[in-house]
């Protein structure tokens, strides 16, 4: 069975300063997908970024970017230029390959942005 | 409406109630998905549907019943529950086998906030 760890259950940063948030999975899958969601107070679940297994090119969404290091299973998220409004949980998913698949979920981080 | 709706948003039952909540996406998706985040457990998957088939069902525990009429609804029955199935219940919805890989995300509803005394 695939699991999800995430080591930090809590983080914090500096307002305007760059946090990075650990994952580690654990899979035998070679096609799967990784994932970064938020879910801020209002408690709706966010996608961040996602990365495909088969591309060896980390993803980047303005702000947010990955490290994906395959061959260890890890991956971690970058959070550049921290804002008030990324103070929110964050969780690590992983899916594997195409169609209805579960997401299978990390255990999550609460990360607190400081003014 | 857009996105994946979610009602009630807040519920509070008694463990010989009968409620239903109910989950409504708005995307064009043939999957839904039920997931329940609970404070000591990581978010757990507990219904999958595809195109209105149950095609995954988490060993959940009988007195949660779902219903997927057609694939922009879904239903999850609750009958005789417990004070531990209190928790926040999460619908999600997806394009399942379509080209493009980004058409496999899955997008969340706001959830139901459940309370069982």
């Known amino acids: 069975a695939q699991t999800v760890t995430q080591s930090q259950p809590e983080m914090s940063v500096q307002e305007a300063e760059t946090v990075t948030l650990s994952c580690t999975y654990d899979?035998?899958?070679?096609?799967?997908?990784l994932f970064w969601y938020k879910q801020p107070p209002s408690r709706q679940m966010i996608l961040v970024i996602r990365?495909?297994?088969?591309?060896?090119q980390n993803a980047t969404e303005n702000r947010f970017s990955v490290n994906f290091q395959k061959a260890a299973k890890s991956f971690s998220l970058k959070i550049s230029d921290s804002q008030l409004g990324d103070a929110a949980m964050y969780f690590c998913?992983?899916?594997?390959?195409?169609?209805?698949?579960?997401?299978?979920f990390g255990q999550g981080t609460r990360l607190t942005i400081n003014p | 409406e857009t996105g994946v709706t979610q009602t009630p948003r807040h519920l509070v039952m008694g463990m010989t109630n009968k409620k239903s909540l109910k989950c409504e996406q708005h995307?064009?998706?043939?999957?839904m998905y039920w997931y329940k985040q609970s404070a000591k457990k990581p978010l757990e998957l507990m219904f999958v549907?595809?195109?209105?088939?149950?095609?995954e069902n988490n060993s959940v525990p009988s007195r949660f019943s779902p219903e997927c009429p057609n694939s922009s609804h879904l239903f999850l029955h609750l009958h005789t529950l417990q004070p531990e199935d209190s928790a926040l219940y999460l619908c999600?919805?997806?394009?399942?086998?379509?080209?493009?890989?980004?058409?496999?995300?899955?997008?969340f509803g706001p959830g139901t906030r459940l309370t069982v005394l």
């Open positions: 549907y595809n195109f209105k088939e149950q095609t």
């Open positions: 995307l064009g998706h043939n999957a």
């Open positions: 899979t035998s899958e070679s096609d799967y997908y």
């Open positions: 999600a919805s997806s394009q399942a086998g379509a080209s493009g890989r980004r058409n496999n995300e899955q997008f």
């Open positions: 998913a992983y899916r594997r390959g195409q169609g209805a698949q579960k997401l299978v």
């Open positions: 990365q495909e297994a088969y591309k060896q």
